[in-house]
């Protein structure tokens, strides 16, 4: 699986806009980009995916380059219960299993 | 949506004992099931893949006499840890996915913390 890019931490205020940002440059045609996020003590939680258009869901969008090689994951407004790893990654069409990097460790202040 | 559950959520062993972990699927059918492995402050790493019915796919360097797994039925996969080692201590999480397009999410279970002492 082609890999990603995240950095380790970033800091967001609550109630403000959060842009965790993702590089994949050597994603595939097919690679489709998804996004899950991990609190603390607890399994991964499926956020958002897309493979060439931008993604609403109720949790988050999902804005992806034109190019394919970078997306940004936004959490429009920030809550203290959105601070967790958050891990962008790269799926293929062969196989449902997700590959997981090392994410970006959201920290959400009062 | 789809719930996946794990027991235990925590288990205490002595070294050398083997414990079993529950996996189930509670409103849907997970014809694929996948075991992750996470050592404090690192990421997810992929143990094996088991699909219901037919034997498990194990990741490179994961050993599967030591890691049983069952996937005996659309709802049920199970991970033993025989003879575990204190270096076996980690927190175990399985994830399910349903029949249907394989860009579907995967859900995860809640994770087991295991200790072995």
């Known amino acids: 699986d082609a890999k990603t890019t995240q950095p380790n931490s970033m800091e967001s205020n609550e109630e403000e806009p959060v842009h965790l940002p993702c590089n994949h440059s050597?994603?595939?045609?097919?690679?489709?980009i998804h996004w899950y996020r991990q609190l603390p003590s607890q399994g991964p939680e499926y956020v958002i995916h897309?493979?060439?258009s931008n993604v609403n869901n109720r949790m988050a969008s999902l804005a992806i380059a034109e190019d394919r090689k970078s997306s940004t994951l936004i959490l429009h407004r920030a809550t203290l219960r959105d601070a967790a790893v958050y891990y962008c990654i790269l799926k293929s069409n062969s196989g449902y299993a997700l590959n997981f990097g090392k994410g970006t460790s959201l920290l959400v202040t009062p | 949506g789809a719930v996946v559950s794990q027991h235990p959520s925590r288990v205490i062993c002595k070294s050398g004992t083997s414990v079993k972990i529950e996996c189930r699927s509670l409103?849907?059918?997970?014809?694929?099931m996948f075991w992750y492995r996470q050592f404090p402050k690192q990421s997810l790493m992929l143990m094996a893949t088991s699909n219901e019915g037919s034997k498990a796919t194990y990741e490179q360097g994961v050993e599967k006499d030591k890691f049983l797994i069952n996937h005996a039925s659309l709802t049920l996969s199970t991970l033993t840890v025989t003879s575990a080692h204190p270096e076996d201590s980690s927190f175990y999480i399985c994830?399910?996915?349903?029949?249907?397009?394989?860009?579907?999410?995967?859900?995860f279970g809640n994770g087991t913390r295991l200790t072995v002492t």
């Open positions: 409103d849907f059918q997970a014809t694929t």
């Open positions: 050597t994603i595939s045609g097919t690679d489709y």
């Open positions: 994830s399910a996915v349903g029949p249907g397009d394989n860009n579907s999410p995967l859900h």
């Open positions: 897309g493979l060439t």
